[in-house]
Each structure stands twice: as C-alpha cells, then as structure tokens.
C-alpha cells in the first residue's frame, strides 16, 4: 500500500494540491457550531489542515479549541490563513501519540485520510481521547473511493460497526446542507461516548 506519512502531506500542501479544501467552514458544521452555547468546551480538530473550523471556533469564543495536525506545511499554511489563532493551541503531532482530553472532537476529513488498516485504532483513540459524555462530531462520506491513497471512505456500516462498543448514536444522516459536490455523498453524525 502506499506510505502516507508527514511527507506526502507536506508535499500535497506545497503542491497546494487539496482537493478536500473548499476555502472556508464546511456549511453542516457551520450549522452545528452555530448553536453550541457552552463556550468552555474543550474542542480538538484533528488533521486540522487548513483549519477554517478552528479559526472560526475561536472567533465564536471557544477559546479552548485546539487545532492538531503532523504535516509542517498544514501547520505553515494554518498559521498563515489564521494569524490570531493562539500559538498555544497548535499542535503539531501525531495524533496516535496525543494524549490530552477534550469534550468535543471534530471530524473534517479527517478519517478518510487513515490507512483503512487503521481505522480500528483511529475508533480507539478518539475514545481515549474524550471525556466522560464527550462526542465525536462530523462528517464522513459514505461510499469507498477505491484508492489506493488518500481519501478513504467508507459505508455507512463500517463506521457503525467500528464505533458500535464506544459510542452511543446521537444522529447519523445524509447531510442536507452539503456544498454542491458533495450533495448526498456526505453523512452528518453526532457519536456520545458510552
């Protein structure tokens, strides 16, 4: 299988080849942030890219949102869209080796960027990574790409199944608010940790 490591990121960043990014907070999410009330919630986004839903997180006052990803170039690229992003809430690591607890975890592309061999550990430490009640928050796509390198998708029943002993279903549909390319092809899901 191809290797995806901190390499192929960077280069995809300084190729500023991303097919995933579409310049600003994806309209579902957007939706979903809007009516969170609790501003101390402690937010991580995970393989945060570009990070328009962090930066607009923390203009919202979630001053708690924290922005993860391993790829210098993201972490370049972020700092540079996003200048008053807080310094100490960049973390530039690998996600498998971060170990801090949040309430709130965001998915953006994120998973469909894992090695499908993976993805059971990815279920884990999302888990081990929230808090007691805490959610995991997003959207997946629901069909396979059939690559053989980033992006990964899935079923909506390989996600079900890997999270079927960790997470309690809050919602999981067919996004409504997708952008036009992604017009049913994306699944909105709200997961409670059990």
Do not use: C
Request: proline share 5%; glycine share 6%; hydrophobic share 35%.
């Amino acid at each position: 299988m191809f290797e995806i490591n901190a390499s192929y990121w960077n280069n995809l960043y300084r190729k500023n080849n991303l097919g995933w990014d579409i310049g600003y907070v994806s309209p579902p999410l957007k939706k979903y942030f809007d009516q969170l009330t609790n501003k101390k919630l402690k937010i991580l986004i995970p393989g945060g890219g570009n990070g328009y839903e962090a930066d607009y997180l923390y203009k919202k006052g979630f001053l708690q949102t924290f922005y993860l990803d391993y790829s210098d170039e993201a972490v370049k690229s972020f700092r540079k869209l996003h200048p008053g992003f807080p310094a100490e809430n960049i973390i530039q690591e690998d996600f498998f080796k971060h170990k801090n607890k949040y309430d709130l975890i965001i998915e953006l592309a994120f998973f469909t960027s894992i090695i499908p061999d993976n993805r059971e550990k990815l279920a884990n430490k999302i888990y081990d990574l929230l808090n007691p009640n805490g959610k995991y928050v997003g959207l997946f796509f629901n069909h396979e790409f059939k690559l053989d390198k980033p992006p990964y998708g899935a079923m909506k029943e390989t996600y079900l199944e890997l999270i079927k002993d960790k997470f309690t279903v809050k919602t999981f549909e067919i996004a409504y608010n997708s952008i036009k390319p992604r017009a049913g092809r994306e699944l909105f899901f709200i997961f409670k940790k059990k």
